[in-house]
Protein backbone atom coordinates (compact mmCIF):
# COMPACT_ATOMS: atom_id res chain seq x y z
CA UNK A 1 0.00 0.00 0.00
CA UNK A 2 1.58 3.86 -0.82
CA UNK A 3 0.18 6.20 1.43
CA UNK A 4 -0.04 9.56 1.55
CA UNK A 5 -0.77 11.24 4.78
CA UNK A 6 -1.60 15.00 4.78
CA UNK A 7 -2.03 15.83 8.01
CA UNK A 8 -0.84 17.40 11.53
CA UNK A 9 2.36 17.77 13.35
CA UNK A 10 2.25 18.62 17.13
CA UNK A 11 4.61 18.71 19.99
CA UNK A 12 2.30 17.20 23.08
CA UNK A 13 3.09 18.51 26.07
CA UNK A 14 1.47 15.88 28.61
CA UNK A 15 0.62 16.51 32.14
CA UNK A 16 -0.34 13.45 34.45
CA UNK A 17 -2.73 14.81 36.62
CA UNK A 18 -5.18 13.09 39.41
CA UNK A 19 -8.35 14.38 37.55
CA UNK A 20 -8.83 16.62 34.55
CA UNK A 21 -9.08 20.51 35.39
CA UNK A 22 -12.74 21.57 35.44
CA UNK A 23 -13.59 25.19 35.14
CA UNK A 24 -12.96 27.80 37.23
CA UNK A 25 -10.34 25.07 38.78
CA UNK A 26 -6.49 25.27 39.52
CA UNK A 27 -4.82 21.92 39.85
CA UNK A 28 -0.76 20.97 40.15
CA UNK A 29 0.21 18.51 37.83
CA UNK A 30 2.02 15.59 39.18
CA UNK A 31 4.60 15.54 36.00
CA UNK A 32 5.20 17.17 32.54
CA UNK A 33 6.68 15.49 29.50
CA UNK A 34 7.04 16.07 25.61
CA UNK A 35 5.86 14.18 22.82
CA UNK A 36 5.62 13.86 18.77
CA UNK A 37 2.01 14.20 18.31
CA UNK A 38 -0.35 15.42 16.12
CA UNK A 39 -3.16 12.74 14.58
CA UNK A 40 -1.59 13.36 11.07
CA UNK A 41 2.04 12.16 12.80
CA UNK A 42 0.38 9.32 14.93
CA UNK A 43 -1.19 7.75 12.21
CA UNK A 44 1.51 8.02 9.78
CA UNK A 45 3.80 5.96 12.61
CA UNK A 46 1.12 3.17 13.29
CA UNK A 47 1.13 2.93 9.24
CA UNK A 48 4.85 2.89 8.87
CA UNK A 49 4.90 0.62 12.21
CA UNK A 50 2.46 -1.67 10.46
CA UNK A 51 3.87 -1.98 7.13
CA UNK A 52 2.70 0.52 4.73
CA UNK A 53 5.06 2.93 2.76
CA UNK A 54 3.86 6.17 3.95
CA UNK A 55 4.84 9.57 2.80
CA UNK A 56 3.64 12.50 5.01
CA UNK A 57 2.83 16.25 4.17
CA UNK A 58 2.21 18.92 6.34
CA UNK A 59 4.00 22.01 7.55
CA UNK A 60 6.05 22.95 10.85
CA UNK A 61 6.96 25.66 12.48
CA UNK A 62 11.30 26.37 12.87
CA UNK A 63 11.07 24.63 16.35
CA UNK A 64 9.03 21.50 14.84
CA UNK A 65 12.42 19.29 13.77
CA UNK A 66 11.93 16.95 16.03
CA UNK A 67 8.31 15.95 13.99
CA UNK A 68 10.26 15.88 11.09
CA UNK A 69 13.17 13.42 12.71
CA UNK A 70 10.49 11.34 14.32
CA UNK A 71 9.10 10.08 11.64
CA UNK A 72 12.38 9.64 9.69
CA UNK A 73 13.23 7.79 12.72
CA UNK A 74 10.08 5.28 11.49
CA UNK A 75 10.86 5.24 8.17
CA UNK A 76 8.44 7.68 6.91
CA UNK A 77 8.89 10.13 3.71
CA UNK A 78 9.14 13.35 4.82
CA UNK A 79 10.18 15.17 1.46
CA UNK A 80 6.45 17.04 1.59
CA UNK A 81 7.09 18.50 4.91
CA UNK A 82 7.27 22.77 4.84
CA UNK A 83 8.59 25.00 7.53
CA UNK A 84 6.88 27.60 7.85
CA UNK A 85 7.59 30.67 9.88
CA UNK A 86 5.74 30.63 13.11
CA UNK A 87 5.85 27.74 15.20
CA UNK A 88 4.40 24.41 15.36
CA UNK A 89 1.11 23.26 16.02
CA UNK A 90 1.16 21.51 19.93
CA UNK A 91 -1.48 19.95 22.28
CA UNK A 92 -1.98 20.53 25.82
CA UNK A 93 -2.78 16.95 27.36
CA UNK A 94 -3.97 16.14 30.69
CA UNK A 95 -3.88 12.59 31.52
CA UNK A 96 -5.44 11.15 34.86
CA UNK A 97 -4.95 8.77 37.26
CA UNK A 98 -7.45 5.89 35.48
CA UNK A 99 -5.79 6.82 31.51
CA UNK A 100 -8.28 9.01 30.23
CA UNK A 101 -7.59 12.48 28.31
CA UNK A 102 -8.69 15.72 28.01
CA UNK A 103 -6.58 17.65 25.04
CA UNK A 104 -6.44 21.21 23.72
CA UNK A 105 -4.76 21.50 20.22
CA UNK A 106 -3.13 24.70 19.02
CA UNK A 107 -3.33 24.39 15.01
CA UNK A 108 0.18 26.65 14.20
CA UNK A 109 2.14 25.65 11.19
CA UNK A 110 -0.63 23.01 10.46
CA UNK A 111 -3.63 26.05 9.47
CA UNK A 112 -0.82 27.48 6.93
CA UNK A 113 -1.51 24.60 4.63
CA UNK A 114 -1.61 26.87 0.76
CA UNK A 115 -3.72 25.45 -1.99
CA UNK A 116 -0.19 25.33 -4.23
CA UNK A 117 1.40 23.13 -1.45
CA UNK A 118 -1.55 20.56 -2.14
CA UNK A 119 -1.29 20.67 -5.90
CA UNK A 120 2.78 20.20 -5.54
CA UNK A 121 2.62 17.18 -3.20
CA UNK A 122 -0.29 15.42 -5.38
CA UNK A 123 1.27 15.50 -8.29
CA UNK A 124 3.52 13.02 -7.36
CA UNK A 125 0.29 10.36 -6.39
CA UNK A 126 -1.88 8.64 -8.79
CA UNK A 127 -4.95 7.04 -8.59
CA UNK A 128 -5.83 3.85 -6.61
CA UNK A 129 -2.65 5.63 -3.69
CA UNK A 130 -4.24 5.73 -0.38
CA UNK A 131 -4.67 9.96 1.37
CA UNK A 132 -4.99 9.85 4.77
CA UNK A 133 -6.66 13.32 5.80
CA UNK A 134 -7.86 14.61 9.48
CA UNK A 135 -9.29 17.53 10.92
CA UNK A 136 -5.91 19.60 12.11
CA UNK A 137 -5.25 21.06 9.20
CA UNK A 138 -6.74 23.56 6.91
CA UNK A 139 -7.57 23.09 3.17
CA UNK A 140 -9.40 19.61 3.81
CA UNK A 141 -12.23 19.98 1.49
CA UNK A 142 -9.96 21.20 -1.35
CA UNK A 143 -7.96 18.28 -1.00
CA UNK A 144 -11.23 15.98 -0.87
CA UNK A 145 -12.20 17.33 -4.20
CA UNK A 146 -8.53 16.87 -5.57
CA UNK A 147 -8.01 13.72 -4.47
CA UNK A 148 -11.41 12.36 -5.83
CA UNK A 149 -10.66 14.11 -9.30
CA UNK A 150 -7.55 12.02 -8.85
CA UNK A 151 -8.76 8.70 -8.32
CA UNK A 152 -7.24 8.12 -4.81
CA UNK A 153 -8.57 6.38 -1.75
CA UNK A 154 -9.89 9.10 0.29
CA UNK A 155 -9.87 7.97 4.00
CA UNK A 156 -11.06 11.21 6.36
CA UNK A 157 -10.91 10.63 10.17
CA UNK A 158 -13.13 14.00 11.01
CA UNK A 159 -11.29 14.66 14.42
CA UNK A 160 -11.45 16.73 16.78
CA UNK A 161 -15.05 17.69 15.23
CA UNK A 162 -16.26 21.13 14.25
CA UNK A 163 -19.73 22.21 12.55
CA UNK A 164 -18.02 22.69 9.50
CA UNK A 165 -17.31 19.33 8.16
CA UNK A 166 -21.00 19.27 7.71
CA UNK A 167 -20.36 20.98 4.63
CA UNK A 168 -17.44 18.59 3.14
CA UNK A 169 -18.34 16.74 0.39
CA UNK A 170 -18.01 13.38 2.80
CA UNK A 171 -20.11 11.42 0.23
CA UNK A 172 -16.79 11.60 -1.78
CA UNK A 173 -14.61 9.99 0.50
CA UNK A 174 -13.53 5.62 0.20
CA UNK A 175 -13.55 6.11 3.83
CA UNK A 176 -15.05 7.71 7.05
CA UNK A 177 -13.40 6.95 10.25
CA UNK A 178 -15.35 7.93 13.73
CA UNK A 179 -15.57 7.09 17.05
CA UNK A 180 -19.22 7.58 18.50
CA UNK A 181 -19.37 11.29 19.26
CA UNK A 182 -18.53 12.26 15.98
CA UNK A 183 -20.62 9.61 14.18
CA UNK A 184 -23.57 11.43 16.58
CA UNK A 185 -22.49 14.52 15.28
CA UNK A 186 -22.64 13.39 11.40
CA UNK A 187 -25.86 11.21 11.73
CA UNK A 188 -27.25 12.29 15.25
CA UNK A 189 -27.44 8.36 15.95
CA UNK A 190 -26.26 6.46 18.88
CA UNK A 191 -26.04 2.74 18.10
CA UNK A 192 -24.02 1.15 16.19
CA UNK A 193 -26.25 -0.15 13.90
CA UNK A 194 -28.25 3.07 13.49
CA UNK A 195 -25.11 5.21 12.79
CA UNK A 196 -24.28 2.36 9.98
CA UNK A 197 -27.24 3.10 8.35
CA UNK A 198 -27.37 6.43 8.68
CA UNK A 199 -24.14 6.47 7.14
CA UNK A 200 -25.07 4.33 4.02
CA UNK A 201 -28.49 6.57 3.70
CA UNK A 202 -26.77 9.82 3.42
CA UNK A 203 -23.26 8.93 2.00
CA UNK A 204 -24.08 5.98 0.01
CA UNK A 205 -20.71 4.05 -0.97
CA UNK A 206 -18.85 5.30 1.64
CA UNK A 207 -16.69 2.80 3.60
CA UNK A 208 -17.28 3.12 7.59
CA UNK A 209 -14.67 2.60 10.36
CA UNK A 210 -16.80 3.10 13.19
CA UNK A 211 -14.13 2.76 17.34
CA UNK A 212 -16.37 2.29 19.96
CA UNK A 213 -13.79 2.53 22.75
CA UNK A 214 -14.22 -0.19 25.06
CA UNK A 215 -17.12 -1.56 23.38
CA UNK A 216 -15.06 -2.29 20.39
CA UNK A 217 -15.06 -1.60 16.95
CA UNK A 218 -17.04 -2.01 13.79
CA UNK A 219 -17.41 -1.52 10.52
CA UNK A 220 -18.67 -1.53 6.65
CA UNK A 221 -17.08 -2.12 4.09
CA UNK A 222 -18.23 -2.96 0.30
CA UNK A 223 -21.95 -4.27 1.75
CA UNK A 224 -19.90 -6.60 4.42
CA UNK A 225 -20.26 -5.45 7.93
CA UNK A 226 -17.72 -6.65 11.11
CA UNK A 227 -17.83 -6.34 14.47
CA UNK A 228 -14.67 -6.79 16.50
CA UNK A 229 -14.85 -6.57 20.33
CA UNK A 230 -12.16 -4.61 22.72
CA UNK A 231 -9.35 -6.52 24.22
CA UNK A 232 -9.31 -5.68 27.87
CA UNK A 233 -6.33 -4.21 29.06
CA UNK A 234 -4.94 -1.62 32.05
CA UNK A 235 -5.55 1.86 30.66
CA UNK A 236 -1.89 4.32 31.73
CA UNK A 237 -2.92 6.71 28.02
CA UNK A 238 -5.62 6.54 25.94
CA UNK A 239 -3.73 9.05 23.54
CA UNK A 240 -3.19 8.02 20.15
CA UNK A 241 -5.29 4.66 20.91
CA UNK A 242 -7.24 5.67 17.94
CA UNK A 243 -4.56 7.27 15.60
CA UNK A 244 -2.91 3.54 16.28
CA UNK A 245 -6.17 1.57 14.73
CA UNK A 246 -6.67 3.44 11.85
CA UNK A 247 -2.97 2.34 11.15
CA UNK A 248 -2.53 -0.81 11.76
CA UNK A 249 -6.05 -1.30 10.17
CA UNK A 250 -5.55 0.00 6.68
CA UNK A 251 -2.29 -1.36 6.55
CA UNK A 252 -3.63 -4.77 6.42
CA UNK A 253 -6.89 -4.65 5.04
CA UNK A 254 -5.77 -5.65 1.99
CA UNK A 255 -3.02 -8.30 3.03
CA UNK A 256 -5.65 -9.70 5.15
CA UNK A 257 -9.47 -8.88 4.55
CA UNK A 258 -11.29 -6.50 7.30
CA UNK A 259 -12.49 -8.78 9.79
CA UNK A 260 -8.82 -9.67 10.41
CA UNK A 261 -7.62 -6.13 9.60
CA UNK A 262 -9.94 -5.03 12.43
CA UNK A 263 -8.77 -7.84 15.21
CA UNK A 264 -5.05 -6.68 14.35
CA UNK A 265 -5.80 -2.87 14.83
CA UNK A 266 -7.27 -3.51 18.33
CA UNK A 267 -4.69 -5.41 19.48
CA UNK A 268 -2.38 -2.69 18.21
CA UNK A 269 -4.86 0.08 19.93
CA UNK A 270 -4.67 -2.66 23.35
CA UNK A 271 -1.39 -2.56 23.48
CA UNK A 272 -1.00 1.81 22.67
CA UNK A 273 -3.55 2.23 25.72
CA UNK A 274 -1.49 0.34 27.82
CA UNK A 275 1.91 2.66 27.21
CA UNK A 276 2.02 6.71 27.86
CA UNK A 277 2.78 9.00 25.18
CA UNK A 278 0.93 9.57 21.49
CA UNK A 279 3.60 8.31 18.87
CA UNK A 280 5.90 6.81 21.54
CA UNK A 281 2.54 4.28 22.10
CA UNK A 282 2.62 3.14 18.95
CA UNK A 283 3.72 -0.98 18.74
CA UNK A 284 5.82 -2.83 15.86
CA UNK A 285 3.91 -5.33 14.32
CA UNK A 286 5.77 -8.05 16.52
CA UNK A 287 4.26 -6.83 19.59
CA UNK A 288 0.78 -7.19 17.68
CA UNK A 289 1.10 -10.64 16.76
CA UNK A 290 2.59 -11.63 20.04
CA UNK A 291 -0.13 -10.22 21.64
CA UNK A 292 -2.67 -11.63 19.35
CA UNK A 293 -0.71 -15.02 19.95
CA UNK A 294 -1.83 -14.75 23.83
CA UNK A 295 -5.21 -13.17 23.40
CA UNK A 296 -8.82 -15.11 22.27
O1 LIG B 1 -5.03 11.66 18.69
C1 LIG B 1 -4.07 12.10 19.61
C2 LIG B 1 -3.48 13.42 19.19
O2 LIG B 1 -4.48 14.42 19.25
C3 LIG B 1 -2.37 13.95 20.07
O3 LIG B 1 -1.10 13.44 19.71
C4 LIG B 1 -2.50 15.46 19.95
O4 LIG B 1 -1.46 16.08 19.29
C5 LIG B 1 -3.85 15.68 19.26
O5 LIG B 1 -3.70 16.05 17.97
Known sequence: MRALNFGSLNIDYVYSVAHTVKPGETLSAGSCSSFCGGKGLNQSVALARAGAEVFHAG??????????????????NTDFISVTTGQSGHAIIQ???DGQNAILVYGGANKTIT???????????????????QNEINSVEYLIRKAKSMG?????NPSPFTPEILSLPLGSLSFIVVNETEANELTGKT??????SAFSEKYSGVNVLLTLGEDGSVCSFNGEFCRQPAFRVKAVDTTAAGD???????AFLDRVGVREALRVASAASALAVSRAGASDSVPTVDEVMSFLSTHE
Open 95 to 97: VSD
Open 244 to 250: TFTGFFF
Open 191 to 196: SANDII
Open 152 to 156: LTTVF
Open 115 to 133: EKQIDDVLASFNAGDFLFL
Open 59 to 76: SIGSDGEMLREKLDEFGV
